[in-house]
């Protein structure tokens, strides 16, 4: 089994900045991807960041610049940190991790609760 739990969403006023955590755990052999999904009420789940285990990253243009996304390896970890907050940010965002549970298996996607970031003033 595999968990990840999110943390740091809220309601932010535009121009602020949050930060997202996300911690997974359970029976994790090798961390393929993190990455951070959103869900606007309306809209279809879209891509916001992706770091892979080389380190490289991948962003939706809406978030270029304005988000970062980072990890610790260590820990199982990975973060967003948003900036720049604007009415759009709205959504829940979705914690995502591609892992392999042992060497013989193949990786599979897991996914979050969620958590809800609201940008309004």
């Known amino acids: 089994q595999v968990q990840l739990v999110e943390s740091g969403g809220g309601l932010v006023q535009p121009g602020s900045s949050l930060r997202l955590s996300c911690a997974a755990s359970?029976?994790?052999?090798?961390?393929?991807?993190m990455a951070w999904h959103r869900q606007a009420p309306g809209k279809p789940r879209e891509l916001v960041a992706r770091?892979?285990?080389?380190?490289?990253?991948i962003y939706g243009d809406s978030v270029k610049g304005r988000f970062t996304i980072s990890r610790d390896s260590a820990k199982n970890m990975v973060f967003l940190q948003m900036g720049t907050l604007q009415f759009d940010d709205t959504a829940v965002y979705y914690c995502?991790?591609?892992?392999?549970?042992?060497?013989?298996?193949?990786?599979?996607?897991?996914w979050g609760q969620g958590t809800q970031v609201t940008v309004s003033s």
């Open positions: 995502n991790v591609v892992l392999s549970t042992s060497s013989s298996s193949l990786p599979s996607n897991y």
């Open positions: 359970g029976s994790i052999f090798s961390i393929y991807s």
């Open positions: 770091i892979f285990s080389s380190g490289s990253t």
